[in-house]
Structure formats: structure tokens, C-alpha cells
């Protein structure tokens, strides 16, 4: 019975509904964190009858035909992109990305990372890195003696000594725009890595190019809907049993059938 497997199927895919799912709610509190959905397709199709073939001499067609089902696969985990509710912090080297764009950093291989978790750092040589150590790039040195500092909304970094009002511009941040932002692949520690479906990045400073401005002291709450998150999960509980119901109807009618004499 082609029912066992097809069930099979649907109850793979509520399964990994429920891991997306499970995910987003494990994420609710990561710093600038989107939340992820699970897409299906629908798989092949037995064609019993082809709908339009000749069904008598007279030339008379089928006009619809018998195609069976034979389940579901997963097309796609995406991603939300929506920006998450910017919260306050107080700290001078906290900075949100208000709108489009990534943050650039620059990982131990050498090769370039994106992100929007502008909870940033301070090193012991006193470059600006990411809570993991990451440079961001293009490298802004804090000197030692600076007591404050500054960014603003272009992303122009100034510090400010004990021995002077006037600021000092130690360098600006730039944005990463991308063509295709859901094809970015996330590696981990709210890193992304550019792929052939993102495109490669478009670096401009903030506030051109369509791109976000920087917010300092602020940093992006996740974008986690809780409700709709738990609504969901009741959803894909619902269907892992309905699917799990119909292999024990389907169980039962094999075994019917063997007991028939």
C-alpha cells in the first residue's frame, strides 16, 4: 500500500516543522535573531491515466486522468527577514543596524563574515570585535587613554580624551547590502557567509545605497513571535498524528487482509 510510505513522508515533514519551530523559540533572546519557516512541496505523481489520452476509437479523451500522490518533501527552511525591536542598552560599543544591511567581520581563516549582532567589543590591542574575537571590518582601534566613544548614524567611530572636547575619528563602519539576503548560509554565532544564491556584497556606508543606519547603544531584539511560534507547533502536532493515525488504519487493513479465507 502506497499509504505507509506517503504517511511516512508527512510525518518526516511535520518533524522538521517541529525542529524549525523549536529552534525559533531555542532563539527568542539571540541578539538580532530571524526567524526561520519550513516550506513543502509536494512529491511525484503515478499517472494511473494521463489526463488528455484517448479513452475510445472515436477519439473521445480522458479530461482529467488519475494521478496519485505520492507524499511530501521539504523545499526550503527560509528565512523571515524582518527587523526586531530595537531595545536600549547604554553601552557605548552596542550598535543596531536600523534597516537593511550586515555588519562585516573578519574571521581567523581570513575570510569575511556578516552580521547583524552589533553587541561589539573591545580587544586587549583594542580593536572593535565581535563577542567571539571577530575583527569588524575595517579595523577600528580604540586608543587606551579614550574615555568615551561615539558612533554615529553614518557609522563614523569618535573618541573622546579627558584633555580635549573635540572628538577624534578613529574610522566608520560599513554595511553589506545583499541582492538575495534569505541565500545567505548561517554558520553559526549569528554569522553568515555569502553563497552563489546571496550574490556577493555591495559594501557602502550607512545610510546609502538603500542601506540601514547605525544606532549606537542600541542593539536588535530577536524577531520571534512566540504565539505565532507555539500555534505552530500545535499545527505540525496535529498533522504528525493525523499521519500517524492514517499508517495505523493502514496497518489494520493489511492485517484484514491477511486474515481473509
Same mark, same amino acid.
Given at each position: =500500500?502506497?499509504?505507509? @510510505?506517503?504517511?511516512?513522508? /508527512?510525518?518526516?515533514?511535520?518533524? $522538521?516543522?517541529? &525542529?524549525?519551530?523549536?529552534?525559533?523559540?531555542?532563539?527568542?533572546?539571540?541578539? *538580532?535573531? +530571524? *526567524?526561520?519557516?519550513?516550506?513543502?512541496?509536494?512529491?511525484?505523481?503515478?499517472?494511473?491515466?494521463? *489526463?488528455?489520452?484517448?479513452?475510445?476509437?472515436?477519439? %473521445?479523451?480522458l479530461p482529467t486522468g488519475v494521478q496519485v500522490g505520492l507524499g511530501?518533501? !521539504?523545499s526550503a527552511v527560509s528565512v523571515h527577514l524582518s527587523q526586531g525591536a530595537l531595545?536600549?542598552? /547604554? +553601552?557605548?560599543?552596542?550598535?543596531?543596524?536600523?534597516?537593511?544591511? #550586515?555588519?562585516?567581520v573578519t574571521l581567523p581563516s581570513g575570510q569575511s563574515?556578516?552580521?547583524?549582532?552589533?553587541?561589539? @567589543?573591545?580587544?586587549?590591542?583594542?580593536?572593535?570585535?565581535?563577542s567571539d574575537g571577530y575583527a569588524v571590518a575595517p579595523e577600528i582601534t580604540i586608543p587606551d587613554d579614550a574615555q568615551s566613544i561615539s558612533v554615529n548614524a553614518e557609522g563614523e567611530v569618535y573618541a573622546y580624551f579627558s584633555d580635549t572636547a573635540e572628538g577624534q575619528l578613529l574610522g566608520q563602519l560599513s554595511l553589506a547590502g545583499f541582492t538575495n539576503a534569505k541565500g545567505l548560509e548561517a554558520i553559526g554565532s549569528n $554569522?553568515?557567509? &555569502?553563497? &552563489?544564491?546571496?550574490?556577493? !556584497?555591495?559594501l557602502s556606508t550607512p545610510g546609502s545605497d538603500g542601506l540601514? %543606519?547605525?544606532?549606537?547603544?542600541?542593539?536588535?531584539?530577536?524577531?520571534?513571535? *512566540?504565539?505565532?511560534?507555539? %500555534?505552530?507547533?500545535?499545527?505540525?502536532?496535529?498533522? #504528525? &498524528? =493525523?499521519?500517524? @493515525?492514517?499508517?495505523?488504519?493502514?496497518?489494520q487493513m493489511m492485517g484484514a487482509t491477511t486474515q481473509v479465507r
Open positions: =500500500m502506497r499509504a505507509l @510510505k506517503i504517511a511516512a513522508t /508527512g510525518m518526516s515533514a511535520q518533524q $522538521l516543522r517541529v &525542529e524549525t519551530i523549536s529552534n525559533n523559540l531555542a532563539n527568542m533572546n539571540t541578539t *538580532a535573531y +530571524n *526567524a526561520r519557516r519550513a516550506e513543502f512541496a509536494d512529491l511525484h505523481y503515478q499517472q494511473v491515466s494521463r *489526463a488528455g489520452s484517448v479513452n475510445a476509437s472515436d477519439g %473521445t479523451v511530501v518533501r !521539504p531595545q536600549e542598552t /547604554g +553601552n557605548d560599543l552596542d550598535v543596531a543596524v536600523d534597516g537593511r544591511g #550586515y555588519l562585516e563574515a556578516y552580521t547583524r549582532d552589533g553587541a561589539l @567589543k573591545r580587544s586587549a590591542e583594542g580593536l572593535i570585535v565581535t $554569522l553568515f557567509t &555569502e553563497t &552563489e544564491a546571496s550574490g556577493a !556584497p555591495l540601514g %543606519t547605525v544606532r549606537q547603544r542600541y542593539l536588535e531584539n530577536s524577531s520571534v513571535d *512566540a504565539v505565532r511560534e507555539v %500555534t505552530q507547533l500545535i499545527e505540525a502536532q496535529r498533522g #504528525y &498524528e =493525523m499521519n500517524a @493515525k492514517v499508517i495505523s488504519a493502514v496497518d
